[in-house]
């Protein structure tokens, strides 16, 4: 069984475009994160919910949205995509402070 | 929020040699864990350093925790061609936030 899976593996897509990626976990675990991972491999922390809570949110333009419907779900929905969007989007869950566990990711290209 | 510089940012080695990241910061850090991500994976939990001086083993490699608790290390003896990946320390702050290294690209010729 696959710990955090997420779809869809691949998107392309044009810029202006509205589109959502999904991630769900089946730990059992509380808190989930979205990253973003760019061409040069650096990781940054987009968000996190705790409990469905948003406890974490970078600094990120309004045009990116995660939802929580409950603790095993955290989706992303991207408004207006632009060029820059253009990385690999993982997601990832913990319980409390301990080892995160990362989805296979999504891979988004912007034309 | 919590910074950590990550050397050498890429590492190219003979099948057989060793291999060495650090990671270092300029603050008390309570935890630091390491992650590897093969190419085209996703990012691997490794293991979690939170006490001073800390030394951990897994097979060939070998994670140390400095006493300041403001650098940490992850060594490889005897590299193989399955270690070849992006090695990231990651330390803990606020919130269960993880603030990643920006990684250590390790190629393995055979």
């Known amino acids: 069984d696959t710990a955090v899976s997420q779809t869809p593996k691949y998107l392309v897509t044009q810029m202006g475009n509205d589109k959502s990626i999904k991630c769900e976990q089946n730990?059992?675990?509380?808190?989930m994160y979205w990253y973003k991972q760019d061409s040069k491999k650096f990781l940054k922390i987009m968000f996190s919910y705790n409990n469905k809570e948003l406890i974490i949110n970078e600094t990120v333009p309004n045009r990116f949205s995660p939802k929580s419907p409950d603790k095993a779900h955290l989706n992303l929905h991207i408004n207006s995509l632009e060029l820059g969007d253009s990385a690999v989007y993982f997601c990832a869950s913990s319980q409390v402070t301990g080892e995160q566990f990362f989805g296979p990711g999504t891979r988004l290209t912007v034309l | 929020g919590q910074q950590v510089m990550q050397i050498p940012q890429y590492q190219h080695v003979q099948e057989g040699e060793d291999f060495t990241t650090y990671c270092n910061s300029s603050?008390?850090?309570?935890?630091i864990q390491w992650y590897k991500q093969r190419p085209g994976g996703h990012p691997v939990f490794l293991i979690q350093l939170v006490k001073s001086g800390e030394v951990k083993k897994q097979k060939r490699l070998t994670f140390q925790f400095g006493e300041a608790k403001k650098n940490s290390s992850l060594h490889i003896t005897a590299t193989q061609t399955t270690d070849v990946g992006t090695y990231f320390c990651?330390?803990?702050?606020?919130?269960?936030?993880?603030?990643f290294g920006k990684g250590t690209l390790l190629t393995v010729n055979p």
């Open positions: 603050t008390t850090l309570s935890n």
């Open positions: 990651a330390v803990g702050g606020s919130n269960y936030k993880l603030t």
């Open positions: 730990l059992g675990h509380d808190t």
